[in-house]
DNA sequence: CGAATCTCCTGGAGGC
DNA sequence: TGCCTCCAGGAGATTC
């Protein structure tokens, strides 16, 4: 399921359709997760002038302050040309190349962006990128010091911190030596602050190997290319397996957390 | 306000 | 081989 990385490496592969005009777009049903916007034919005949990334939302944008907004939910894809039942937004531009948005579960997202991102609803309440300058241990530390949730919960909230999904979650508290069940308000400056640099270590490895998936490779780059590296997980899905610290006895578990598995080893996270 | 739960969806895995 | 159940999970909506 994409999380930043993935996010990000996509966004890299669109950047060759900028400066291209789109033609028309098609879509084959009403809806993904939302209704798609009623004026979303307004894309056309224009050029694409750049591609953005917040959080995990692409934001394709177009002449005349308009923007396509794009979240990959679990299953969403770009590809080139038409894949099958699945394919729901059929983009073709004025040079003949096409963009096709694949998505069998559905928990995509679709939408226009009149005007500035921070009007739009999806993104208004945004926190910050954990890959950006201004994101620090002690902004973190502020920003979970009074949350009774655990670790795990406060990393997957996006008003938090974003871009952060489920396997980056595990990874990340395994790096820096924290269980995941412990209290976010109980986390201290300084663990906030190893938390902070370890996830930015981790996001950045992830967007030079290109993103990771599911083990079934449901991601894929644009080229069509699997972009998924099992062998870079410490402890995500590796339940049973041996924690990967060598002077480490014990086996990675498996909890779940509101609803989501969390990978841990016992003996290295506290 | 914060926290927990529910919800959307389909394909793949496992059980028998 | 077929059918059933369960599970994966991002994040808004709902409930308390």
Known sequence: MPELPEVETVRRGLLSLVGKQILSIEVTRPDLRFPFPEDIDSIAGRKIIGIDRRAKYLLIRLEDNLTLLSHLGMTGRFGRSLEGKHDHVIIDFVDGERLVYTDPRRFGIMDLIHGSDEDHKLLSHLGPEPLGDDWNGDVL??????????????????????????????????????????????????????????????????????????????????????????????????????????????????????????????????
């Open 141 to 270: 530390h502020k920003a979970i010091r009074k949350r009774n949730v655990s670790i795990k919960s406060a990393l997957l909230d996006q008003k938090i911190v974003v871009g952060i999904g489920n396997i980056y979650a595990s990874e990340i508290l395994f790096r820096s030596g924290v269980s995941p069940k412990k209290l976010a308000k109980n986390i201290s400056r300084k663990k906030a602050q190893e938390i902070c640099e370890e996830t930015k270590h981790v996001l950045l490895i992830a967007i030079e190997a290109g993103g990771s998936t599911l083990r079934d490779g449901q991601f894929k780059q644009i080229d069509g290319q699997l972009g998924y590296f099992p062998h870079e997980f410490t402890v995500y899905d590796r339940e049973g397996e041996s924690c990967i610290h060598p002077n480490c006895q014990k086996l990675v578990k498996r909890v779940v957390q509101s609803g989501r598995s969390t990978f841990y080893c016992a003996g290295c996270q506290r």
